[in-house]
């Protein structure tokens, strides 16, 4: 089933209530426990596809899928649709948000012929941002949040934007948010489902000092932190007990990430001194000890090989 996107039918369901729409679409209304997830797309009426096609791919969004008449772009998980017609949608006002102040500024020396204003602080809703008109006179937002968020990456900027942080922010890390990280963390895959990873959380000041001098300048981020966690894996549950200890570290770092906190893999932790601080049994694997905290700043990207140069074919 599909929308007519020229039609008036699509705007229509957006005023109707949920009972109305339960009762029209049922096969729409599925249970959270269901397979997949349900994602979401704004569409636009255009007079001119091709010249607002090139506007928003200017500002930095990719074409995710193109049909006739219709574009929808993609700018990290935030898609959005134009549509050709003899009408010009302008109601409400398109935002793309960004991680630091420096990105909005950024954005913003980019589009200062056509930007409303400097870019400033919102008290109000704690937010840097400015405002800017598209080519059809639409009001476009480019802002940064100047507080915590909930995850909102998508897969592909979670994996390419995540960095290693070694220097942290003095705001505590909350235990719901915790919580959720580890509820991802408990789908890491492991041999066999063997499930023979856990994980430590250490908060004790003195302890992360010691865990901080066992390698110098390499683990001295645990004492910057406010917590860290020890990724560990029994041998008794499986026989890939390293493998399984490394996939769910790399799940929690991952997850960290996509709630706004830093980590950095500490390597060499799988030692006796770092086992008796925490009480994990000498057998055991200690796939890493990584602080966890928000940045105090996000570093750039390092160089990267060409994928080219890593891929390799045997036929």
């Not at 809703?125 to 639409?138: G, L, Q, S, V, W």
Request: charged fraction near 25%; hydrophobic fraction near 35%; aromatic fraction near 12%.
């Amino acid at each position: 089933m599909c929308f007519d996107r020229h039609s008036d039918d699509i705007y229509g369901v957006r005023s109707r209530s949920n009972q109305d729409l339960k009762e029209q679409y049922p096969k729409f209304f599925i249970s959270k426990k269901g397979v997949g997830g349900m994602s979401g797309i704004i569409f636009f009426r255009t007079k001119d596809l091709m010249k607002i096609k090139e506007f928003y791919l200017s500002i930095g969004a990719t074409v995710w899928l193109e049909q006739e008449n219709c574009v929808i772009l993609k700018h990290g998980n935030f898609l959005l649709g134009f549509c050709k017609s003899e009408t010009c949608e302008k109601n409400g006002v398109i935002t793309f948000f960004y991680r630091t102040k420096e990105e909005v500024d950024l954005a913003y020396r980019g589009l200062r012929e056509i930007a409303l204003a400097e870019p400033k602080e919102n008290e109000k809703y704690h937010i840097y941002h400015f405002f800017a008109n598209d080519p059809e006179n639409r009001t476009i937002e480019f802002q940064c949040f100047l507080h915590p968020l909930q995850s909102y990456h998508d897969g592909e900027e979670l994996l390419k934007n995540r960095r290693s942080i070694r220097y942290f922010g003095n705001r505590e890390v909350p235990d719901e948010v915790l919580w959720r990280i580890f509820e991802v963390c408990r789908f890491s895959p492991t041999a066999k489902n063997s499930q023979s990873y856990y994980f430590v959380v250490i908060r004790d000041k003195k302890t992360l000092e010691l865990l901080a001098s066992l390698r110098g300048n390499s683990s001295a981020p645990l004492s910057r932190a406010p917590i860290a966690v020890a990724i560990c894996s029994d041998p008794e549950l499986s026989m890939s007990h390293v493998q399984d200890g490394c996939i769910a570290a790399y799940h929690f770092i991952l997850t960290s990430w996509l709630h706004g906190l830093g980590t950095c893999w500490i390597a060499d932790m799988d030692r006796i001194q770092v086992k008796e601080a925490l009480g994990i049994p000498k057998e055991h694997y200690v796939a890493t000890v990584t602080p966890v905290g928000y940045p105090a700043k996000i570093p750039e990207a390092s160089l990267r090989r060409m994928t080219k140069e890593m891929i390799r074919f045997v036929d």
